[in-house]
């Protein structure tokens, strides 16, 4: 299991912050929230992967966090220096 932090989201409302949390559980993989955690499954297919990556670009979560999903069958997509989530996810050079 890998633990996502996820503290520290500014929310425009209270139903904002519900559909954070709805969103998160509805992608394929994730397991549970434990208060401003999200408790993930290590392997995440590409189409749970992008989820997350398009949830913690919207909410503004630290996306760093997210590099620890990179394997040698996804890095060719997930590493891609082109895709706009790189600098956020792996930084300004490619690891």
Known sequence: MIH??????????QRDEKHLFEWAMEISGVLR??????????????ASLRDPLALFSRYQISMAQLAQFRT????????APQMYWHSRVFGKAAR
């Open 72 to 79: 040698t069958r996804n890095e060719s997509w997930f590493a």
């Open 33 to 46: 929230w434990e208060q401003d955690t999200l408790v993930v499954r290590r392997n995440l297919s590409q």
């Open 4 to 13: 996502l932090d996820c503290s520290g989201v500014r929310f425009g409302s």
